[in-house]
Every structure is written in structure tokens, then in C-alpha cells.
């Protein structure tokens, strides 16, 4: 089966949008967790989805519900590429450390733009860039990574109608997935995180 076999067939299942993403990506690559354990990361990652929308009352004042088929691809990928090095604790506690690099730019005075692109460069070498990309195309594609967004032309958020969208959004964004992380596997440099950045428009607001 291909990704989007695999994420529309847990679709069918009643897993929604997030687990189905998830679950399809790392049946492909064959990342052996138990079902629990797999359940258990997905309620983790909830309250980035529609359903935590009860904090979100205005658009740009109280956070933002992420597509559930992004948050998915997104976990998926760090589980497939999981190590005990990961983030936090070689990139943050090995940073913060007398010497560490974290440590070196807060201390030492640089312009605050070559603070950020060394922190940018280190957060690739994590995979963030890869994030940012599967995030670019996500949008590229859909205009928005919003899940209020993606439902706004159905109307109603619990209709066939709408699950039908989300199908399509799942199926695309788990095959999307899955070539990034093939990509990132074959050079793990390939993937730059872009001037779309948060961190990057922070800096181009204050200075």
C-alpha cells in the first residue's frame, strides 16, 4: 500500500486526520511502536489540532489550530529519525553548558542576525529544516496550515462533507511526508529553513 492507501484506509477507520498521518508514515518506513505508545503521542500532539480551538477565539491573538494531517507528518517524521540526541538534550543541554554553543551566543556580543542564522543552522542540523519544508509545501499547496481554514468552504465541521476534505488533505500530506523524509535520509543538508521563519521575520520587524 502506498501512504495515502495506508493514511485514507485508517481514515476509514475512525482515527481522524492526525493519527492517520502519523500511523500511515511510520507503518511505511516499519517504526515498530506499540499501538499504546502510538495513541499516547497523538493525544501529545492534540491540543496543536481543531478540537483545541477553545483557545483560539481570534484569529493572531490566541495561538492557532494546525492542520491535524500536518501535526501528524510533522511527529511522524521525528519518530522515524528518533535518538536520544535529539532535542533538548544535545542541542539545549549540551548548549547551555560553560562553552556550549547556545552559551557562546548569548554571551558573546554579535550582531543579533548572526545569532539567529547560527541558531537556524543548528536547528537544521535537527531536522527543523525538513520541518520547515514539509510545512512550505503544506501551505504551498492549501494556502493556509490552518485547520479552521481548510474547513471554512464546507461550513459544517461535522458533515461527510468535511471528512471528505480532510481524506484528500490526508491523503496528499501523507504522501508529501513521506518523500521528505526519503529526501532528508539521502542528504540530511538538503533543507534550509527559509526567510518565512518566525525567528527571521522577528528580526526584520526590529531591526
Same mark, same amino acid.
Not at 500500500?1 to 481514515?11: D, F, G, K, S, W
Not at 490566541?62 to 536520544?84: D, K, Q
Given at each position: 500500500?502506498?501512504?495515502?492507501?495506508?493514511?485514507?484506509?485508517?481514515?476509514?477507520?475512525?482515527?481522524?486526520?492526525?493519527?492517520?498521518?502519523?500511523?500511515?508514515?511510520?507503518?511505511?518506513?516499519?517504526?515498530?511502536?506499540?499501538?499504546e505508545t502510538k495513541k499516547w503521542i497523538c493525544l501529545a500532539i492534540d491540543p496543536f489540532?481543531?478540537?483545541s480551538a477553545s483557545f483560539y477565539t481570534e484569529k493572531g491573538k490566541f495561538g492557532i *489550530?494546525?492542520?491535524?494531517?500536518?501535526?501528524?507528518?510533522?511527529?511522524?517524521?521525528?519518530?522515524?529519525?528518533?535518538?536520544?540526541?535529539?532535542?533538548?538534550?544535545?542541542?539545549?543541554?549540551?548548549?547551555?553548558? =560553560?562553552?556550549?554553543?547556545?552559551r557562546k551566543l548569548i554571551e558573546e556580543n554579535k550582531p543579533i542576525e548572526e545569532k539567529?542564522?547560527?541558531?537556524?543552522?543548528?536547528?537544521?542540523?535537527?531536522?527543523?529544516?525538513?520541518?520547515? =519544508?514539509? *510545512?512550505?509545501?503544506?501551505?504551498?499547496?492549501?494556502?493556509?496550515?490552518?485547520?479552521?481554514?481548510?474547513?471554512?468552504?464546507?461550513?459544517?465541521?461535522?458533515?461527510?462533507?468535511?471528512?471528505?476534505?480532510?481524506?484528500?488533505?490526508?491523503?496528499?500530506?501523507?504522501?508529501?511526508? *513521506? =518523500?521528505?523524509?526519503?529526501?532528508?535520509?539521502?542528504?540530511?543538508?538538503?533543507?534550509?529553513?527559509?526567510? =518565512?521563519?518566525?525567528?527571521?521575520?522577528?528580526?526584520?520587524?526590529? *531591526?
Amino acid at each position: 500500500m502506498t501512504p495515502a492507501e495506508r493514511a485514507l484506509e485508517y481514515m476509514r477507520q475512525g482515527w481522524g486526520s492526525r493519527a492517520s498521518v502519523f500511523m500511515a508514515v511510520l507503518d511505511h518506513f516499519k517504526v515498530d511502536l506499540p499501538m499504546e505508545t502510538k495513541k499516547w503521542i497523538c493525544l501529545a500532539i492534540d491540543p496543536f489540532h481543531g478540537p483545541s480551538a477553545s483557545f483560539y477565539t481570534e484569529k493572531g491573538k490566541f495561538g492557532i *489550530t494546525v492542520c491535524g494531517a500536518l501535526s501528524g507528518a510533522l511527529s511522524a517524521f521525528n519518530m522515524v529519525f528518533a535518538s536520544p540526541q535529539m532535542i533538548p538534550y544535545e542541542f539545549w543541554i549540551e548548549g547551555m553548558k =560553560e562553552g556550549g554553543w547556545v552559551r557562546k551566543l548569548i554571551e558573546e556580543n554579535k550582531p543579533i542576525e548572526e545569532k539567529v542564522k547560527v541558531f537556524l543552522q543548528m536547528c537544521e542540523k535537527y531536522g527543523y529544516g525538513a520541518h520547515y =519544508e514539509m *510545512t512550505k509545501r503544506f501551505y504551498e499547496k492549501f494556502g493556509t496550515t490552518d485547520c479552521a481554514d481548510l474547513c471554512a468552504s464546507i461550513g459544517d465541521p461535522v458533515s461527510y462533507e468535511c471528512f471528505k476534505n480532510c481524506a484528500k488533505v490526508v491523503c496528499w500530506t501523507a504522501e508529501m511526508a *513521506t =518523500e521528505i523524509i526519503e529526501e532528508f535520509k539521502n542528504n540530511p543538508t538538503k533543507f534550509k529553513i527559509g526567510s =518565512e521563519n518566525s525567528l527571521w521575520q522577528a528580526i526584520r520587524q526590529t *531591526t
